[in-house]
């Protein structure tokens, strides 16, 4: 299928989701109309925003490119999409899409709360969807995850996995929804080991840290001299810098979000899947059916929300009393015999 390009106001290029290929960039006060209407029915069609890790970062953007190809191949539908450059642009590119009949029209990051609680008042009948934040508008959908449940998983397979009784923890930026990763780590790990020692360090304090992969590569090196022989990066794409340090030291990592145990078989031990992409998918599949909901969303173990990453890239590093352990472990979660006291502060 042909996919037609969408020249924004803004001076980027919107482009239908299979499209590879970008258009050269405009000067940022062109105002040009577009060239090319978008292909979407009476109702509008679904949209969806990656922030500035982009779509490929083989993490949290690319688990909601994943949801929403879902969305195609299974509905034969187009959806429309756009990869931040700045977050300066995401409340021009909020009003273009919907302009563009986008619908819903998914955020992805916590880092699009204010935006979009602005444009949501001014558009109140578009719909919207954010992923990882909460904003409180009747057209608004927040969708946001127990991470903790998920970390919890991990952290007790990294203390069965580690010789050194010492594992650590690299995330992107010291806020509430890292520390829940965090937290839930340390918390599993402990489960575990009740002496197990969790190293824990964050990449910065700016959107860079999420796409830094020479500093998790350096903050990781740094944790295995301190004795580290399991590491957890819960940082974007920086974590593809943790992931080659340990595979260079010998070492075990832990991805995130996507289930990254492909990208370094041997060392990579598991990874905590946030299924990003179920929420897009739903999202999109719910606009479609005309039943989109408002409101705010949990999900967790119970909900297929959040689980760890068990196939055939990890089957030699997890043996199966690891395996049966955090399995019960999960059950107990979703049974509530296994409380988990993380709240993000």
């Known amino acids: 299928m042909k996919h037609q390009k969408l020249m924004l106001a803004l001076g980027m290029t919107l482009v239908l989701a299979a499209c590879g290929d970008k258009a050269p960039k405009k000067d940022a006060a062109a105002t040009d109309a577009p060239k090319t209407e978008a292909k979407a029915d009476a109702a509008g069609g679904p949209a969806i925003i990656f922030d500035a890790g982009g779509k490929f970062d083989k993490s949290f953007n690319e688990s909601g490119y994943n949801g929403a190809e879902m969305f195609k191949k299974e509905t034969g539908k187009s959806y429309l999409d756009f990869e931040l450059k700045n977050p300066a642009e995401l409340e021009g590119v909020l009003r273009k899409m919907a302009q563009r009949g986008g619908n819903p029209i998914v955020t992805m990051g916590f880092n699009s ?106 903050l990781a090196k740094a944790q295995f001299d301190r004795g580290v022989d399991v590491v957890f990066a819960a940082a974007g794409g920086t974590g593809n810098g943790v992931y080659q340090a340990a595979k260079d030291g010998k070492k075990y990592a832990i991805g995130v979000d996507s289930n990254q145990n492909y990208l370094f078989p041997g060392t990579m031990l598991t990874s905590m899947v946030k299924r990003v992409d179920n929420a897009v998918l739903a999202a999109f599949k719910e606009s479609a059916a005309g039943s989109f909901k408002a409101g705010s969303v949990s999900m967790g173990l119970a909900e297929d929300g959040v689980d760890w990453a068990d196939d055939e890239h990890n089957k030699a590093l997890v043996n199966d009393e690891m395996r049966i352990k955090v399995n019960a472990i999960k059950k107990d979660i979703i049974d509530g015999k296994i409380k988990i006291t993380c709240d993000g502060k």
């Not at 919890?152 to 806020?175: E, H, P, R, T």
């Not at 402990?190 to 700016?206: C, D, L, Y």
């Open 113 to 218: 709360g204010e935006a979009l609680n602005k444009v949501a008042a001014e558009l109140p009948k578009s719909n919207f969807v954010i992923i990882d934040s909460e904003v409180k508008q009747p057209n608004v959908k927040s969708v946001q995850f127990r991470e903790e449940e998920g970390s919890f998983l991990v952290g007790a397979l990294a203390a069965m996995a580690s010789k050194s009784g010492k594992v650590g923890f690299i995330g992107g930026m010291d806020i509430p929804v890292i520390r829940k990763f965090s937290c839930g780590f340390e918390q599993g790990a402990k489960h575990i080991n009740a002496k197990a020692e969790v190293i824990k360090n964050t990449v910065g304090t700016t959107g860079d840290a999420w796409n830094n992969p020479t500093k998790g590569g350096e």
